[in-house]
């Protein structure tokens, strides 16, 4: 295979390059050991230079000294102004920095360290090749070389020696697996192609449950070997590496299942159901999209099911700890795919009820602690026999000195909760402390890389002694004064059995596994993971003098687009990924990121509305149709320049853009008020003025609760232009026509703006955050005086009948319910009916058209009428398809015991806080009309303003459009 390679000479001399033998070159190539390795590390580095090669070799035994040694064999024809380099890859972030020390350790070459965090997917070509110019080694994620290799910013020919730690993880769609199939074996078959040396590291070359048979073992070895294009070395015994390596002891640990009462358990899971229920139920009536409100169902199921599963697994008190943890985790609000503002509530509400019901069930004394008396806890239900059995053994070891443990868990929650119960109950009896370390993939907890890195240097240096951990630690971790393993949850695989049981470094640590008593299954698993080490190294071994398998791979063109000028490449597999970066720059901010939505009902993938190509409609394999569109869409993206040769979005940032996005956003920003609306009071004015103009709305869609017009009073006379003006506003069912007509002037007493003031006051603060302790305190403190600057009325209008009165004054005083002289003059009732409400008896003329609260769940409804037929024994479908009477109802699900039940329910549409447009573009479902309205026992209401005007719901909404109108025709003007 001839290459063109530069000598050292040429490269030293920046002289012209002559095309050389690379066989010949790498003859030339001798191994620089260290002095100070063992001999399985230089036979393996022999291996190595002479082959590609996958060194198998037990944790701890110094595989990244062969790579680093490897490494120094390359260091001539990698060292700058060489266009060469050299790639370690490691599949874990908090490994990139450990490896990247070793290297400089024992190389003098210079190191490059990338993860995705740092920003490089942003990073284009330039960038890439200062990094190229700068380092020598660059020390990477699989995924920001693969992304790489695809956009044609590296070619495998610049690499020289290609490093992949944990190289078990090559299978499937892992970023490894990719490298190799859609890169290295495209290139092989290629007679001028220039390859990397590969050098792959593991302790486990199966990254499965592992099989009975020998040949299942070496199925797998083969086919590790004909993805990486290379042979496994090993040691011919595990003998070998015990002259120079510590091993732990695996020791089992066997606790006596005992469950929690089943009593409990029956009846806290039922709470549990009814609170999801409960929550899932109140979905309906919010104003979300369709795929919106299934988010926040799977997110709630999630914890539902993470909840049960702590009951059951841990017990009452580590369920409320995680109920807890769940209502107080942090979310990023406006990031892809999270919940919404609303979501997020519900979700922490659900949670938090959870964590109430948990508590209830905990002895209320405060000096009672968790895992005080053992016995107690277990017989009670607070702590399972396998939690218990985690302490005693913990206990076992407090003699320890220096202890550094690490407790392995299959689950995040159960990291967390663990943690919390150690750090509750180990300073009792010892100066341990413990913290946890979880990945950050599962939606459930996320730790910052910086927060886990620094968690693992304290344990290093002996100010953390326990960490809880998941997976995440399995690999790679060099702490050699760990003298304790502990696997609360059974590995799942071989290569996890081996690279937990790798973790303790220390001499005469130990491995301990726990196991149910009687789990025969778990303990034979357990066995063949102990025995799986020789059987793996015994058939490497066997097939060593044997060549690699040839990888067998599909080279159809109609699954591959390469971009001729640059090399930059695509595939089905990278297809969605780019789609999604694509739509991710198109122009966004902080509350709305552009993304694809892909239909599989009509098999259509919709873009964003700033993105230059039409949606995509495909058809073909149901299982790859996602895939084929966004790989057509990226097609379409190239052809029309959208996407550049290098396959990245063609988006130019100007320069003040590009520094203002370094920069966090500012939520203070200065406000524009319309001079018309700025006028000071003068408090000796008997009466004050106001030039009155008549905002007349035109519903354009079907509802059956008309809106009324509402007036606008200004202390100025408004321009003629904006004073006939006209436009249409967006509002949750369609479009208002707004139009404007002035009126004339009118003249009020300072009693009567003061009324106005309360009513704007009090619908304002309504709708903005339905904060009515917060409303209470503003009224008591409003006056007239003062000198307000800013001074309009928005109020509700007359309907036409009622004309030439233009203002509504009963519904504006309805913001004086319920004084007792108003309620004395409700209305002219001819045949009055009394029913209980939360403010007394009161008559339903007062109920219906008012705005009331239900202190039960804080919300606020908008009564419309009363249900003639039902009562609270009238009976209430639910979902689950139960039916139970309203009296029911309410006593299961509110625990409110109703005592007029036979009065007739009201009928309530839900008020919601303002919708910000600007926040979150939400979509109306189909299904939104058959939940607008719900049924409402009037004891449970609380009536807040009688009567009131639907109209009044859009006045916010409608004073926001105003003002831009008005800012919108200062500057035209201007």
């Not at 060194?55 to 390359?74: D, N």
């Not at 929550?279 to 049960?308: G, P």
């Amino acid at each position: 295979m001839a290459l063109a390679f530069p000598t050292l000479l040429e490269m030293m001399s920046a002289e012209a390059m002559e095309p050389v033998d690379m066989e010949m070159d790498r003859t030339q190539l001798s191994a620089d050991p260290l002095p100070f390795a063992r001999s399985y590390q230089l036979e393996a580095l022999e291996a190595a230079i002479k082959q590609n090669t996958i060194v198998f070799l037990e944790t701890g035994s110094g595989k990244t000294l062969i790579a680093i040694m490897l490494l120094r064999s390359y260091a001539y024809m990698l060292r700058k102004p060489s266009p060469f380099i050299a790639v370690f890859l490691v599949p874990q972030v908090v490994l990139v920095k450990q490896q990247a020390e070793a290297v400089k350790i024992h190389t003098d070459l210079k190191v490059g360290m990338y993860w995705g965090d740092m920003g490089v997917d942003f990073w284009e070509a330039d960038m890439w090749k200062q990094q190229i110019e700068k380092y020598e080694v660059l020390v990477m994620t699989p995924a920001i070389l693969l992304s790489n290799l695809r956009h044609s910013f590296f070619k495998l020919s610049m690499i020289k020696v290609l490093i992949l730690d944990e190289c078990h993880h090559a299978s499937g769609n892992h970023p490894y697996a990719c490298i190799m199939k859609d890169f290295f074996h495209r290139q092989l078959h290629s007679d001028a192609a220039e390859l990397p040396r590969i050098f792959g590291m593991t302790a486990s070359p199966i990254k499965s449950k592992g099989g009975k048979s020998e040949s299942f073992y070496w199925k797998i070895i083969d086919e590790l070997e004909a993805l990486m294009n290379s042979k496994v070395y090993t040691c011919v015994s595990e003998s070998v590496l015990a002259e120079f390596i510590p091993h732990s002891t695996p020791k089992f640990k066997y606790y006596r299942h005992k469950e929690i009462p089943y009593a409990l358990y029956a009846h806290i899971t039922n709470q549990l159901k009814n609170l999801k229920e409960k929550h899932e139920l109140s979905l309906k009536s919010l104003d979300l999209s369709q795929s919106t409100s299934e988010s926040i169902s799977r997110k709630m199921m999630k914890f539902f099911s993470a909840l049960t599963f702590c009951l059951d697994e841990l017990g009452v008190w580590l369920a409320s700890k995680a109920a807890w943890s769940f209502s107080h985790q942090e979310t990023d609000l406006f990031s892809w795919e999270k919940l919404d503002v609303l979501g997020d509530k519900i979700v922490r509400s659900f949670s938090f009820e959870a964590y109430q019901a948990f508590a209830s069930f905990l002895p209320s004394d405060p000096k009672w602690t968790i895992a005080d008396d053992v016995t107690y806890d277990l017989d009670k239900g607070f702590l399972t026999s396998k939690v218990a059995c985690l302490i005693q053994l913990l206990l076992e070891y407090r003699g320890l000195k220096d202890l550094r443990c690490i407790i392995f868990v299959e689950r995040v929650i159960t990291a967390v909760v663990i943690e919390s119960l150690l750090s509750n109950f180990l300073p009792k009896h010892n100066d341990w402390k413990t913290k946890y370390i979880a990945g950050n993939n599962s939606g459930m907890q996320s730790q910052t890389r910086k927060k886990q890195n620094e968690i693992v240097e304290e344990f290093r240096n002996g100010m953390v002694n326990i960490i809880v951990a998941t997976s995440i630690l399995e690999e790679g971790l060099d702490v050699q004064s760990c003298n304790l393993v502990i696997r609360f949850d059974p590995s799942s695989t071989v290569c996890s059995f081996i690279q937990s049981r790798g973790r303790a470094r220390m001499q005469n640590s130990d491995y301990v596994l726990m196991v149910k008593s009687g789990d025969r299954n778990t303990h034979s698993r357990l066995q063949n993971y102990l025995a799986s080490g020789d059987i793996m190294r015994k058939e490497s071994l066997l097939h060593s003098s044997l060549p690699c398998t040839s990888l067998e791979i599909d080279l159809q063109d109609d699954d591959f687009y390469r971009v001729e000028s640059t090399g930059a490449s695509l595939t089905l597999g990278s297809s969605i990924q780019l789609m999604y970066f694509y739509c991710s720059r198109l122009p966004s901010d902080g509350y709305f990121k552009p993304a694809p939505r892909w239909d599989k009902e009509t098999c259509t993938l919709h873009l964003p509305k700033s993105c230059p190509i039409p949606d995509v409609h495909v058809e073909g394999n149901v299982k790859i149709l996602k895939q084929i569109a966004c790989f057509e869409a990226c097609k379409q993206l190239h052809q029309i320049g959208a996407l550049t040769d290098n396959l990245v979005p063609d988006i130019v940032e100007e320069e003040g853009t590009q520094e203002l996005g370094c920069e966090p956003y500012d939520d203070v920003q200065s406000s524009y008020v319309p001079v018309e609306l700025v006028k000071p009071f003068c408090s000796n004015d008997a009466s004050i003025s106001y030039h009155c103009y008549l905002i007349e709305l035109n519903q354009n869609f079907g509802y059956d609760i008309p809106v009324h017009d509402i007036v606008l009073g200004m202390r100025s006379e408004l321009d003629c232009d904006i004073a006939n003006m006209h436009f249409d506003l967006e509002v949750g069912r369609g479009t208002l026509t707004v139009n404007f007509k002035y009126v004339g002037e009118i003249h009020l007493s300072s009693e009567q703006v003061l009324l106005c003031r309360k009513f704007q006051i009090t619908i304002f603060r309504i709708l903005m955050d339905h904060n009515l302790n917060k409303l209470e305190e503003v009224l008591d403190g409003l006056c007239l005086g003062g000198n307000i600057g800013v001074d309009y009325l928005l109020l509700p209008g007359t309907k036409v009948p009622q004309r030439p009165l233009i203002i509504d004054w009963k519904c504006i005083t309805s913001v004086l319910f319920p004084c007792e002289e108003y309620s004395k003059d409700h209305v002219d009732c001819s045949l009055p009916n009394w029913i209980y409400t939360k403010n007394g008896v009161v008559c339903t003329c007062m109920i219906q058209n008012s705005l009331v609260c239900t202190p039960h769940n804080g919300t606020l409804y908008c009564i419309t009428g009363l249900l003639g037929e039902l009562n609270g024994n009238s009976f209430l479908s639910l979902r689950d398809g139960r039916a139970l009477t309203y009296k029911k109802y309410f006593e299961e699900w509110h625990r409110i015991n109703l005592c007029f039940a036979q009065q007739l329910l009201l009928k309530g549409r839900r008020v919601f806080q303002v919708q910000n447009y600007l926040q979150r573009c939400r979509q109306q479902t189909e299904k939104e009309s058959s939940h607008t309205s719900v049924e409402l026992p009037p004891e449970l209401c609380s009536i807040i303003m009688s009567p009131i005007s639907p109209a009044v719901y859009i006045l916010s909404r409608l004073f926001h459009q105003l003002c831009i109108t008005w800012r919108l025709y200062f500057l035209l003007s201007t």
